[in-house]
């Protein structure tokens, strides 16, 4: 299987967010919403969901977890 290119306008996010895993989060997550999710709305509830993880294991993150959108939060909660 080849691997699916980054929408350029997705540079910057953590290494561990794949176009395979933006495309199974659109999979697994357009059935709750009405309009349809676009890659940086993956990214979006891909990041948050990590950064909850991170919270909750109280593990500190090697690598900074962005938001979409301006500005940008450390995996460590702080």
């Known amino acids: ?12 996010i953590p290494s561990w967010i794949t176009p395979e895993l933006i495309a199974d989060t659109v999979r697994t997550w357009q059935r ?12 979006g ?10 919270s909750l294991s109280g593990v500190s993150s090697h690598e900074t977890l962005r938001r979409t959108g301006t500005g940008q939060q450390s995996g460590t909660g702080t």
């Open 32 to 43: 709750y919403y009405t309009k349809p999710l676009t890659a940086k709305d993956a990214v």
């Open 45 to 54: 509830i891909l990041v948050g969901v990590g950064n909850l993880f991170a």
């Open 1 to 12: 299987m080849d691997k699916q290119p980054l929408d350029p306008t997705l540079q910057g």
